[in-house]
């Protein structure tokens, strides 16, 4: 018995995929350079057309979607701005999912895990590696256009005002942020909850209307994902 595939039963280009030796389905994502792994994954290739599979504990996207998000605007053709690359894992994704005329600015602080990330955009053409603090936007305005989304996955002690931040000079009127909170980046001596709550506070303050939130034990311990809508 060959792989089996369907679409996801809500988001645009994200799959279920189920291999001949498995007993469950998996996320997949079409992959956008056949042939090429990012992170280890699986491939399989059905009628022609080869996806990889998606690790909801290497992505927090991927969990997302495992813990029942409702909405997930990502779509083909969107640019989406991605804070806190690092190697590409959950990057690559969403560059298969926005496809090829989309584009996927990732940004990463770090040179060492920067060098890894470019690997991953030689085959990814629509990938755009930027070496940068996310904390200073002002400082890569003239290598990044308007975009549809921010993704912001940063190990940083203000992370809602960071992602607003990036906000007021990149995101358009009616665009989406992504924002995966870490609690023990932000505070170790609170609960998470409030640690949340307190981020989803700047968001509002900041011009956001949280649309969906998801916690994403058992994929990653502290951790939430909140889904907002940009209406300054």
């Not at 400082?139 to 989304?149: F, I, P, S």
């Not at 992602?163 to 995101?171: G, H, I, K, Q, Y």
């Amino acid at each position: 018995m060959s792989p089996s595939v369907r679409p996801h039963e809500k988001f645009q280009e994200v799959y279920w995929l189920q291999f001949e030796d498995d007993v469950v389905e998996r996320l997949a994502t079409k992959n956008l350079a056949p042939g090429t792994r990012v992170y280890g994954e699986r491939l399989a290739r059905v009628e022609g057309v080869e996806y990889r599979t998606w690790d909801p504990y290497r992505s927090k996207l991927a969990a997302s979607i495992l813990k029942g998000i409702k909405l997930m605007p990502i779509k083909p053709g969107d640019r989406v701005l991605y804070l806190g690359a690092a190697s590409g894992t959950t990057a690559s994704h969403v560059a298969d999912i926005v496809g090829i005329e989309g584009i996927v600015y990732c940004i990463e602080f770090s040179p060492r895990i920067l060098r890894e990330l470019l690997t991953v955009c030689e085959h990814r053409k629509n990938m755009i590696p930027i070496l940068a603090d996310a904390r200073f936007p002002w400082q890569y305005r003239m290598l990044v256009e308007e975009v549809d989304v921010i993704y912001a996955d940063v190990a940083q002690p203000e992370q809602a005002r960071l992602l607003a931040d990036n906000a007021d000079f990149f995101l358009k009127e009616g665009g989406w942020a992504f924002l995966a909170i870490k609690a023990r980046s932000i505070d170790v001596t609170k609960e998470p909850s409030e640690v949340y709550k307190k981020e989803m506070e700047t968001l509002k303050s900041r011009g956001f209307e949280i649309k969906d939130v998801v916690h994403l034990e058992p994929f990653d311990k502290a951790h939430a994902m909140v889904i907002s809508q940009y209406k300054p």
